[in-house]
């Protein structure tokens, strides 16, 4: 089963607002990544979390992690139409080597 | 800047074939992975490698192989394909078992 999954699947916005998107997973992790996917295209690495973190900024993202409840969020502030795009989350869990993505979250933000 | 190529961003194969899909990373990595990808689906792991002639299986094996002869080189291989293996196919390197990855542009693989 996924380890993590993405909400909402998908989102649409105007250009200037924010986007928030959220991840749960289930295990112990390590850290958490956020991706980035443009249509047809490769992942791009946005940012990594880790486990001991809450808060991390990077530009106009902000991502948070809260392990209590196994869950991180993905803020884009300030949306633009370049930020159109599939939303990745990625787990590490403690008991595995691997990451492991959820199915992602496709961004749309209007001009 | 590091770089992943694929060798075929597309590809048609036919039932039965034979299929090499090439990786090379250029920034002496030592893991690589081979995803697919399809919609719904997310992400899922085929077959990883954290070092030179050594591979691991992933969540989906089945159907599949790999080889890694050299440290920059990582090839998947489809040894008989079948419909069900249409898909993008994602290579990504990384340093280290679970920090970030980087990945190729991706191959869309389809099997008529």
């Known amino acids: 089963s996924q380890q993590g999954e993405e909400d909402p699947q998908a989102l649409s916005i105007q250009e200037g607002e924010n986007a928030t998107m959220n991840c749960s997973y289930k295990t112990s992790i390590n850290n958490l990544q956020w991706y980035r996917q443009n249509s047809g295209r490769g992942l791009v690495h946005l940012i990594l979390?880790?486990?001991?973190?809450r808060e991390k900024h990077s530009g106009r993202l902000r991502v948070t992690l809260d392990t209590s409840k196994k869950s991180s969020s993905l803020l884009i502030t300030a949306s633009r139409a370049a930020d159109t795009a599939s939303y990745f989350c990625?787990?590490?869990?403690?008991?595995?080597?691997?990451?492991?993505f959820g199915t992602g979250t496709r961004l749309q933000v209007f001009p | 800047d590091v770089k992943v190529t694929q060798s075929s961003r597309y590809l048609v194969k036919r039932t039965g074939e034979k299929v090499f899909l090439e990786c090379v990373q250029d920034m002496d990595h030592e893991n690589m992975f081979w995803y697919r990808q399809d919609p719904g689906l997310g992400l899922r792991l085929i077959y990883f490698s954290y070092d030179v002639k050594m591979k691991e299986k992933g969540d989906i094996p089945e159907g599949y192989s790999v080889s890694r002869e050299k440290k920059e080189r990582f090839s998947l291989i489809l040894e008989s394909a079948s419909t069900n293996q249409t898909s993008m196919y994602l290579c990504?390197?990384?340093?280290?078992?679970?920090?970030?990855?980087?990945f190729g542009p991706g191959t869309r693989l389809t099997v008529l």
């Open positions: 990625a787990t590490d869990p403690v008991d595995t080597d691997k990451l492991i």
């Open positions: 979390i880790r486990s001991n973190e």
């Open positions: 990504a390197s990384s340093t280290g078992q679970s920090l970030e990855q980087f």
